[in-house]
């Protein structure tokens, strides 16, 4: 079974600077997709940045980028010039390909609350 | 606005209550999902529907009842939970091959 570990519980960054939130993942597959999602207050999931298996480029997003590294299948969000309004919990999530029937569950990680600080 | 409503917002429900939790999408997903979301625990997979059909029930207790009548509804039907259900329920869309999920707001269930 798929898991997805993120050892951050929580994470702090002052205003404008740059904060880097991990995980990592545990498969046997080689097709597969990565996400990071973000939860404000407002609860609704939003999706920050994704990331296909198959891809050596790193995803880039504005402000967000990601490293991921295939082999020690570690997929860390690193947040630039970071905004009061990017506080809040942030999930990891791993899905099979796209291509399979059975692939479309996305296993999330238990969550790092991320604080901006003025 | 995400394109994926779930009602009511909040909910609080005696435990030999009946309820039912509402999600509606009309993005034209042709696959929807229910996620219970605790605190300190990561989100946990419920029930999958691909055009209809349920395709997952992730060891869910009977006194949880997903209905999908069509590809833009669905529902969760509630019966004497347990304090332990007190959680936010998610539901989430997206195509049958497609890695693209939309959340809703999630439905904050307290069961007394």
């Known amino acids: 079974a798929q898991t997805v570990t993120q050892s951050q519980p929580e994470m702090s960054v002052q205003e404008a600077e740059t904060v880097t939130l991990s995980c990592t993942y545990d498969?046997?597959?080689?097709?597969?997709?990565l996400f990071w999602y973000k939860q404000p207050p407002s609860r609704q999931m939003i999706l920050v940045i994704r990331?296909?298996?198959?891809?050596?480029q790193n995803a880039t997003e504005n402000r967000f980028s990601v490293n991921f590294q295939k082999a020690a299948k570690s997929f860390s969000l690193k947040i630039s010039d970071s905004q009061l309004g990017d506080a809040a919990m942030y999930f990891c999530?791993?899905?099979?390909?796209?291509?399979?029937?059975?692939?479309?569950?996305?296993?999330f990680g238990e969550g790092t609350q991320l604080t901006v600080n003025p | 606005e995400t394109g994926v409503t779930q009602t009511p917002r909040h909910l609080v429900m005696g435990m030999t209550n009946k309820k039912s939790l509402k999600c509606e999408q009309h993005?034209?997903?042709?696959?929807m999902y229910w996620y219970k979301q605790s605190a300190k625990k990561p989100l946990e997979l419920m029930f999958v529907?691909?055009?209809?059909?349920?395709?997952e029930n992730n060891s869910v207790p009977s006194r949880f009842s997903p209905e999908c009548p069509n590809s833009s509804h669905l529902f969760l039907h509630l019966h004497t939970l347990q304090p332990e259900d007190s959680a936010l329920y998610l539901c989430?869309?997206?195509?049958?091959?497609?890695?693209?999920?939309?959340f809703g707001s999630g439905t904050r269930l307290t069961v007394v």
């Open positions: 498969t046997s597959e080689s097709d597969y997709y």
């Open positions: 993005l034209g997903h042709n696959a």
């Open positions: 989430a869309s997206s195509q049958v091959r497609d890695y693209g999920y939309t």
């Open positions: 990331q296909e298996a198959y891809k050596q």
């Open positions: 529907y691909n055009f209809k059909e349920q395709t």
């Open positions: 999530a791993y899905r099979l390909g796209a291509g399979e029937t059975s692939g479309s569950r996305l296993t």
